[in-house]
């Protein structure tokens, strides 16, 4: 059983930077593919970044490239999302999710994700 804890969210002005963390609980952090979905008012959810188990293989979608950065810590059981340049298109729940199986072909398949953190906010103003 993984628990996933998100925390960074906020307010923050278009242009800006903020960075999202998730803390993990349990052991065996390093064996997770980890990723980052998020989910805007009258959409749903999709994927912005994932990260291998050893940190060494990261994936992020079009819309955000070049802007935001997934990384991870295993001696911390942390996984970040460092968002820059920030859009109001972006504002949305933040959520995080660990995958016993990482699918390193498709590794933003929602399905793959055994466990969900709750989700942070983040909202960009115009």
């Known amino acids: 059983q993984v628990q996933l804890v998100e925390s960074g969210g906020g307010l923050v002005q278009a242009g800006g930077s903020l960075r999202v963390s998730c803390a993990a609980s349990?052991?065996?952090?390093?064996?997770?593919?980890m990723a980052w979905f998020r989910q805007a008012p009258g959409k749903e959810r999709e994927s912005v970044a994932a990260?291998?188990?050893?940190?060494?293989?990261?994936y992020v979608v079009n819309s955000v490239k070049g802007r935001f950065t997934i990384s991870r810590d295993n001696s911390k059981n942390t996984v970040y999302l460092q968002m820059n340049n920030l859009k109001a298109e972006d504002t949305a729940i933040y959520f995080c999710?660990?995958?016993?199986?990482?699918?390193?072909?498709?590794?933003?398949?929602?399905?793959?994700?055994?466990?969900w953190g709750q989700g942070t906010q983040v909202t960009v103003s115009s």
């Open positions: 349990g052991r065996t952090f390093s064996s997770y593919g």
């Open positions: 999710a660990a995958s016993s199986a990482y699918n390193y072909r498709n590794p933003h398949s929602q399905g793959d994700y055994d466990y």
């Open positions: 990260v291998s188990g050893s940190g060494d293989i990261t």
